[in-house]
């Protein structure tokens, strides 16, 4: 068959075969315009729809009824080489299906053309299951079947028993987690990336210098951000959750302000009110949590216990989720293990943080103590090859923490990337430092690193931390290249037991003063924890707790969501508001009101800036709208198809604002231009009878927005165990 393809615009193509056209596109985030699927995402689905194709044949030729068989496909990538996959289908049959009948469709299956044509490459795994929603089989790479064990420092078991726990861990879960990369672009450093099959915006990525090592790496941060709710930050629960007896975890407390908005008596202790209200100025209604949407229940909080006494702290989960983001998160085979993984990070990102901002010279690990580790040199070599020189430094600050950085310089672009590793092992977090620098990168993705600069006001901005934190991305300054370094080298060792290290690692934070806050979980059949080291381990300043907290949610959420049935007078009041809330124009309404929209759509790309030129055109308030589409069209990052709307908006506003033009002069043209289609919606745009142009219509129950509930849906998984667990009935509250 005879197949031609047509180039239209940005990325989008068509393919035009017999009687039939195809068309594809990328995703906003690969450039495209979100229009349509993506060649290989239509490949993946020939093969699904090939085997449901045979499926259907067979059962029509022997009166089968179809209306019950279900039949799923998953990737499943090769670590070794992404081009080799396993394309898994289940099949769910009903129970009256004969034996002989079952086995026929999976024959049928394996007729499927698709497979024919490609089997080659990828292999075909086919099998029945009894219901594909409940099974949770984790679709990662196979286990070794002669019963090798692989022991590493840091870890209390085996990788392939840590594996093999922490999978069954999420299958209980009822999560089916699938890697969706791997990366190995140098000697001894993995990568990969992992995500829950049902809500891909659960994810994680693992790091290590073997394949399993990455994988227990990634599998371990999955758990920890389960037990941690990080998955979940920011975002609204739905209603049903946050009418439920507890919200995040049963333990939890909730306590109401003062008469004047004065924080409750029976939150954080001294020594933190003085580190997070310094002035007084902290209200109470600065911390009701963002995820259940109930102010009127007072303050969520979350019970640490505090490392100088036992005694139990309650912190606001508001201020956990707006300063701390996944600092101080871990789990692991045994408590010990996890406490040590925690505070080596907290450690690891405190003193880059320290190192950055006050632009410290670090002394470089001589030769001969690289020696000891040829694994790590030669991952290291393998970079050098490429063309990126490459620093190793001794981040210990004299042998004060145990920390390393690898600094890789990019001679293509100028840029610089600094990355940092905690462990008690000098070897340890050599490695982590290493596999950090690469994890999830390819060596065109080290192309966007930032050049260094000499203006100091620039590292040591505080969003500048941030990118640190986020992918290490910042900027580093020149000084930090400097060849008089301001320590010596040290060739420190806090290594020990993982309950001997853990106890080194609290002691340092003891002799600096620090008072520390624990919360262990256990729920879900790992040991996990979150430790807090108020004033720092924090990754955000203090200052956004009044400043820049993430429940201005509250102010806006409902209104937004139900924005299409709101009178005049509340439009009007919403918009006046977000005006007058000096928010960024540019923040998207996700990061407003913590609600995920599919990126595809106008919500998922819906910024302030946007909705408040769609309110005030729906009120007819042509000169504000024009003022705000003209900012529009002057910084728009969306879609060509939104900005060409936008223009002919522009034109029409200005038509309708001037008494001496006539819509009518130049409607047949317009109609050349931006096409009949384009020019009626823009028409009733400007007139009132087309309200909120491309937005479909929604309410708090978030009708129609399948991203999101899918996440939620993943929330109630955990929520249920945890009531399972705790005996704690998942109850409605009174409103």
């Known amino acids: 068959m005879e197949i031609n393809v047509r180039f239209l615009e940005n990325l989008r193509l068509e393919a035009k075969f017999d009687d039939f056209s195809v068309i594809t596109d990328q995703p906003i985030r690969y450039k495209g315009d979100g229009s349509a699927p993506s060649p290989f995402d239509y490949f993946l689905a020939s093969s699904a729809l090939c085997a449901a194709y045979f499926v259907r044949v067979y059962c029509k030729a022997r009166d089968i009824p179809t209306h019950n068989i279900r039949l799923s496909q998953n990737n499943i990538v090769d670590p070794e080489n992404r081009y080799n996959q396993i394309f898994k289908i289940q099949v769910e049959l009903p129970e009256d299906i004969s034996e002989k009948d079952r086995q026929g469709i999976l024959r049928s299956i394996d007729r499927c053309t698709v497979k024919k044509v490609v089997q080659t490459g990828p292999t075909f795994d086919i099998e029945t299951v009894e219901n594909i929603a409940e099974d949770a089989q984790a679709l990662l790479m196979t286990m070794p079947a002669d019963g090798n064990k692989t022991y590493i420092e840091g870890k209390d078991l085996p990788l392939e028993q840590t594996i093999a726990n922490m999978t069954g861990i999420l299958a209980e879960l009822g999560m089916k987690i699938e890697i969706s990369s791997w990366r190995n672009i140098v000697p001894h450093v993995w990568s990969l990336h992992i995500r829950d099959a049902a809500s891909p915006t659960c994810f994680t990525n693992g790091k290590g210098a073997s394949k399993e090592s990455a994988l227990c790496s990634a599998l371990g941060e999955f758990i920890e951000r389960l037990n941690c709710n990080f998955f979940y930050n920011d975002q609204f629960f739905g209603e049903e959750i946050g009418d439920s007896a507890f919200v995040h975890y049963p333990n939890e407390k909730w306590f109401k302000p003062g008469p004047n908005d004065e924080l409750p008596q029976e939150i954080l202790d001294d020594h933190c009110r003085a580190i997070y209200d310094p002035e007084g100025d902290l209200r109470g209604s600065n911390l009701f949590d963002t995820n259940s949407g109930r102010p009127d229940r007072g303050i969520c909080s979350l019970p640490f216990v505090r490392q100088s006494d036992g005694e139990v702290v309650y912190f606001p989960s508001n201020l956990i989720e707006n300063l701390f983001l996944s600092n101080g998160m871990s789990a692991g085979n045994t408590i010990n293990e996890a406490e040590v993984q925690c505070l080596s990070e907290i450690f690891e990102r405190a003193v880059k943080k320290q190192i950055i901002e006050q632009e410290i010279v670090l002394p470089d690990v001589p030769k001969a103590v690289l020696d000891k580790y040829p694994h790590i040199v030669e991952g290291l070599e393998g970079l050098e090859k490429q063309g990126f020189p490459v620093l190793v430094k001794d981040a210990s600050l004299g042998g004060q923490f145990p920390v390393m950085c690898v600094t890789l310089m990019n001679p293509r672009t100028g840029g610089v990337f600094a990355s940092f590793g905690a462990h008690p092992s000098f070897e340890v977090a050599l490695e982590r430092s290493l596999t950090e620098l690469l994890q999830g990168r390819s060596f065109e993705g080290l192309n966007d690193v930032p050049p260094p600069t000499f203006n100091s006001l620039a590292v040591s901005e505080p969003n500048n931390f941030v990118e640190h934190f986020i992918d290490s991305t910042g900027v580093v300054s020149w000084r930090f290249f400097s060849a008089n370094h301001d320590y010596e080298f040290c060739e420190w060792d806090f290594s020990g037991t993982n309950e001997e290290e853990a106890a080194r690692l609290f002691g340092i934070l003891k002799d600096m003063g620090k008072e520390v806050y624990v919360a262990v979980y256990e729920d879900l059949g790992a040991p996990a924890c979150r430790i807090l080291v108020p004033g720092y381990s924090e ?17 806006y959420r409902e209104d937004i969501l139900n924005l299409h049935t709101l009178s005049d007078e509340q439009l009007a009041d919403l918009v006046e508001r977000l005006e007058a809330s000096q928010l960024d124009d540019y923040m998207t309404i996700i990061t407003l009101i913590g609600v995920e929209f599919d990126e595809n759509t106008v919500w998922g790309q819906l910024t302030i800036l946007e909705l408040k030129a769609l ?78 142009y491309g937005l479909t219509p929604t309410n708090m129950k978030l009708e129609g927005l399948d991203k999101h509930l899918r996440l939620i849906e993943s929330y109630k998984k955990l929520h249920a165990a945890r009531a399972a667990r705790s005996g704690h009935p998942v109850a409605r509250v009174a409103q």
């Open 539 to 555: 990754v955000y300043p203090v200052e956004d707790l009044i400043m820049d907290n993430t429940n201005m949610a509250l102010d």
């Open 615 to 692: 309110i005030c055109l729906a009120l007819r308030w042509h000169e504000e709208a024009l003022e705000f589409v003209e900012a529009f069209l002057q910084f728009n990052d969306n879609t060509v198809e939104r900005g060409l709307f936008y223009r002919a908006v522009c034109a029409v506003l200005e038509i309708a604002l001037d008494d001496e033009l006539e819509l009518d002069d130049y409607l047949y043209n317009f109609r050349r231009m931006f096409g009949d289609e384009t020019m009626d919606s823009v028409v009733g745009t400007v007139n009132g009878t087309v309200r909120f």
